[in-house]
């Protein structure tokens, strides 16, 4: 395996996850993998001061893949992929794509990127099959415990574009973990409920707690046993206040933050799956540029992005792992 030592200690070198090619970034607090043959995907990610593996990884020894245009949940279905430009599938609705169809969780995360490594950086990009787009990916590790990703969206069409990209990592829990949103967070929205405790499509509720039915005390933010067997998808209610949201690891002692720009991702949706689907324990927590899965139906709602003709949209993700005690509220 080649290896180059880059500088501040942080190597990028060639590796092998399963069956596929891939490219590792590596500090001394934190390794990245990522396949840029399929999608782009960020198939590990390793706090390696207790060695834990923080997005979920299938059983299977070759990779199970997926043509375009192909069912998400039939793939690998792990890791972190990119969702652009919808992730449910919907049509477009606007010329000059009118009626072009939106492939299930979007067009990327099934098809080659091209990558190159350069400048102590890992650099990625894919044009779009349907529509006239490019889309870039920049990592690189920042002070040794931050994966940086920056994202720039290229509009190749003399027409606007309206698009949703949303991050979609699954991350491993562990019971009473604790989800740490900017404080003027208030409300969430149903999006989807296994057992019914947050009601139907489109019901509020209060964060981080509220007082169901019969009376009952229901807490959001902290995570229950996998025995629950449940699973429940909410968005925060309308724009966040600010771009940032963590996961506290209980057991582990350790925080996951991940930071955004607000002004271009405003929107935040989280999935809490404690055993209920596909008995897993994870939890998908999705900075987004747009709410509610679809592209189409965030156009209803007037939470949408676009870009402008022959432009470029851009925006970064930032990966930050430390311990508790290193911890600082951003609000």
Not at 34 to 62: A, H
Not at 94 to 102: H, R, S
Not at 149 to 178: C, D, G, Q, R, T
Not at 180 to 208: A, C, M, Q
């Amino acid at each position: 395996m080649g290896e180059n030592k880059m500088k501040k200690e942080i190597y990028i070198y060639k590796s092998k996850y399963k069956d596929q090619y891939a490219i590792t970034l590596e500090s001394d607090v934190l390794k990245a993998q990522f396949i840029p043959k399929i999608g782009s995907k960020m198939c590990s990610f390793i706090y390696k001061p207790l060695d834990i593996e923080l997005l979920i990884q299938r059983e299977n020894k070759k990779y199970k893949l997926e043509p375009y245009g192909g069912n998400y949940l039939k793939g690998e279905c792990s890791g972190f992929d990119e969702m652009f430009p919808s992730i449910d599938e919907c049509y477009y609705e606007d010329y000059p794509w009118k009626g072009t169809k939106i492939p299930d969780h979007g067009e990327v995360w099934s098809i080659p990127w091209s990558y190159k490594i350069e400048d102590n950086k890992l650099i990625m990009e894919v044009c779009g099959v349907r529509f006239p787009y490019k889309l870039k990916k920049i990592i690189s590790i920042q002070e040794s415990n931050i994966l940086r990703i920056e994202y720039k969206l290229s509009n190749l069409s003399n027409f606007n574009f309206k698009f949703m990209w949303a991050a979609h990592p699954m991350f491993v829990l562990e019971e009473n973990s604790e989800i740490i949103l900017p404080n003027g967070v208030k409300k969430i929205i149903t999006d989807l409920s296994f057992n019914g405790r947050l009601g139907k499509y489109g019901d509020e509720y209060s964060w981080p707690s509220f007082i169901d039915k019969e009376g009952r005390k229901q807490i959001l933010n902290i995570i229950r046993p996998k025995s629950s067997k449940s699973y429940e998808k909410y968005f925060i209610k309308g724009k966040l206040p600010q771009g940032w949201c963590s996961l506290k690891y209980a057991k582990s002692n350790m925080i996951l933050t991940i930071s955004f720009p607000v002004d271009k991702v405003p929107y935040l949706s989280i999935l809490s799956n404690e055993g209920g689907w596909d008995n897993l324990y994870n939890i998908f927590i999705e900075p987004c540029t747009a709410s509610f899965d679809r592209l189409d139906v965030a156009k209803l709602r007037n939470e949408y992005s676009s870009i402008d003709a022959s432009s470029e949209f851009n925006w970064y993700l930032n990966l930050t792992l430390s311990e508790i005690k290193d911890f600082e509220r951003k609000s």
